[in-house]
């Protein structure tokens, strides 16, 4: 046969082919049962173990991230405590030092509101007088008619007029549907009465006035 005969080269290349397909599946066989053996080892293994200790081995694997996940929430609210404390201290301060600004002015204005020494004495005066009726009654008519008939630019309501026999008491009010109404209204108001015939009557007189209110004391009599 020739060394180059085509045939014997056909031959050759497929009894290579068969042979190494040979090997490599005897070799697969052989590794297939010691890999299935070492598996069916390690299985028989787990579970031989007892049930607690399986148990155990997880809750310890567990617990690392539980304790993880729970420390950031301590910090948390440690934090939140640690800032909340200055914030009621000084709401706390606040408060005390509002009351005590309320008190000074509470304490102002009942100094304010306080009679001095001569509207006291007349206070005192018409406490102690009787009334005269007839010089009370026209004294009173008197005001309640200037405040109709008066060229004012916002006429005030009158409140309240007690005369007994030769002292007035005059209480004054804005009206209630007029906030314009201001102290500008209350010196047109006097501007106009000091020039009023019952008005010259009255020797001593003395005033209070705010925005809405106004009061008049006067007396026909200094002494």
Known sequence: MSKHNPFSLALAFITGVVLTWGYFTWSSDEA?????????????????L???????????????QQVADS?????????????????????????????????LVKRYQTQAQAPSDFEQALLDKFEQQ???????YRTETAMKDFLQTADLSISPELVSAQCKSSVCKFE??????NDDFTHTQWRELNDQLVKQDFWQQFTVSTSKSSDRDFSLLLATESD
């Open 71 to 103: 420390t950031p929430t301590t910090e948390d609210r440690s934090a939140q405590t640690a800032d909340e404390q200055p914030l009621e201290k000084q709401l706390q301060q606040l408060k005390h030092e509002l009351a005590q600004q309320r008190a």
């Open 32 to 48: 297939a049962p010691a890999a299935t053996t070492q598996t069916q080892v390690l299985e028989q293994e787990v579970k031989m």
């Open 130 to 136: 009787s009334r005269n009726e007839e010089w009370a």
């Open 50 to 64: 007892p049930t607690n200790t399986v148990a155990s081995e997880l809750e310890t694997v567990s617990k690392p």
């Open 172 to 177: 004054l009010a804005a009206p209630k549907d």
